[in-house]
């Protein structure tokens, strides 16, 4: 996929249409996934496959290995970004975030994760800055929207 495609993409991911955003969406993950093939999406799968059967070690070395071998798998890195948050290791889910942020700034997977990560943490403005990071990217992500307000909440 060109830099005009990908240009098509992030404006469709905020324009009115419903439909044109959801496209759009789905298009990105699945670039985000096939970045490094067939293969690097089999290896992701295979991954998710040991989380939803809680084998979460199993889950986390192959993820380990495969941003080992890949640094520039951003989704890779997302990936145990997930694996991380659903651990509660939050700490470690911010690293591997902003790793994937490093590597592709309007991955919007990560902005909001590592929205979740600090409000998990108690970081709420910080957590605000990131799910702002998310809109900037997908304006009508109504959870982002909600994250900060219920962020806010709490700040006063």
């Avoid at 495969?66 to 290791?89: G, I, K, M, S, T």
């Avoid at 990071?133 to 992500?141: E, H, I, K, M, N």
């Amino acid at each position: 996929m060109d830099d005009s495609t990908l240009e098509v993409l992030l404006q469709s991911l905020k324009q009115d249409d419903e439909y044109q955003r959801e496209l759009a969406t789905a298009a990105l993950w699945q670039r985000w996934f096939y970045q490094k093939g067939s293969v690097g999406n089999q290896r992701l799968q295979a991954a998710q496959t040991l989380v939803d059967g809680g084998q979460f070690e199993a889950a986390e070395a192959l993820l380990s290995d495969l941003v080992a071998e890949l640094p520039d798998f951003a989704e890779a890195w997302n990936r145990r970004a997930v694996l991380y948050f659903v651990q509660h290791r939050y700490l470690e889910a911010m690293v591997d975030c902003q790793r994937v942020i490093e590597l592709v700034p309007y991955h919007f997977g990560a902005l909001h994760g590592l929205g979740l990560c600090h409000a998990a943490l108690g970081q709420h403005e910080k957590a605000i800055q990131a799910f702002r990071g998310a809109l900037a990217v997908q304006p009508y992500a109504l959870t982002n929207q909600r994250l900060i307000l219920e962020c806010t909440a709490q700040l006063s």
